[in-house]
């Protein structure tokens, strides 16, 4: 995986470029261009934030080990670890640009940001401001959600929940301050707190609701109420069980088949 972090020479954002590989079961290599040695401590941090490398899952396979079994087994042997952005405003963004479209407007969105205001990288909050909610809607496509990216932006920031790079406080940033925010539901609210590790709520939008019916014959209230016993990894549990079942191959048995006549 690779990203771009923004880095300032002659007073304009210029992008630079990491990548991380990984090695081993156990190893992640991180390299870079474009950055002074200065920059060395920030980019490992990103880097450690794109692959939760800090997490550490031991609660999460106690606490799934009765409902999620499969999953269980899934995190003990290295898996169940979210991909995130280089910082909390990122993902708070991304989620924004998930509501109420198709993925490819939430990728054609994504993009319209890197390329302005972001200038080949994420942008930044203040960059987000600086942009205003009118270029938002206008060039970058945003709609709707033009209020409420600037918005929330100016009151993160002057709430003290994130700092200028865009790096987020979990304990000022909890369930009820993200839905405080005008255009944050519960569904962008619970996404939003999985990223920040908080696994105990399901974001719940119209894919899960179709998923739980269609795949489990079951409601999200049931479903949830079925498995309590998984208590604040619940999200955690729901979504690995989604990526199983969705790379799952359906294995036949082949010897018992009883051999059937070719006609070549």
Excluded at 73 to 86: D, F, H, T
Excluded at 140 to 156: C, D, E, I, N, Q
Excluded at 195 to 212: E, G, M, Q, T
């Amino acid at each position: 995986m690779a990203g771009c972090i923004c880095t300032r020479g002659s007073g304009r954002a210029q992008p630079a470029r990491c990548a991380v590989t990984q090695r081993d079961s156990q190893t992640l290599v991180v390299g870079w261009a474009g950055f002074s040695d200065d920059a060395v401590p920030e980019i490992l941090h990103r880097a450690s934030r794109w692959v939760s490398a800090e997490w550490d899952p031991a609660a999460a396979i106690a606490a799934l080990r009765a409902g999620f079994p499969d999953e269980a087994r899934l995190i003990a042997a290295g898996g169940g670890r979210l991909l995130r952005g280089s910082t909390f405003y990122e993902d708070f963004i991304k989620t924004l640009l998930t509501v109420n479209t198709s993925w490819s407007g939430t990728c054609r969105m994504n993009a319209a940001l890197i390329a302005e205001p972001g200038g080949g990288a994420f942008p930044s909050p203040q960059a987000v401001i600086d942009y205003g909610e009118e270029r938002l809607r206008q060039i970058a496509k945003l709609g709707f959600r033009s209020p409420t990216a600037v918005a929330a932006t100016r009151r993160m920031l002057d709430d003290g929940a994130i700092d200028e790079a865009g790096h987020g406080y979990p304990d000022r940033l909890d369930y009820d301050y993200l839905t405080i925010h005008k255009g944050i539901g519960p569904y962008a609210a619970a996404h939003c707190r999985m990223l920040l590790h908080d696994f105990s709520r399901i974001p719940i939008d119209s894919v899960v609701v179709a998923h739980l019916r269609e795949r489990h014959d079951t409601s999200p209230a049931e479903f949830i109420a079925a498995r309590a016993e998984c208590g604040a990894y619940l999200g955690l549990g729901y979504r690995l069980m989604r990526l199983r079942e969705k790379f799952q191959v359906a294995q036949i048995d082949i010897g018992q088949a009883s051999p059937t006549p070719s006609a070549y």
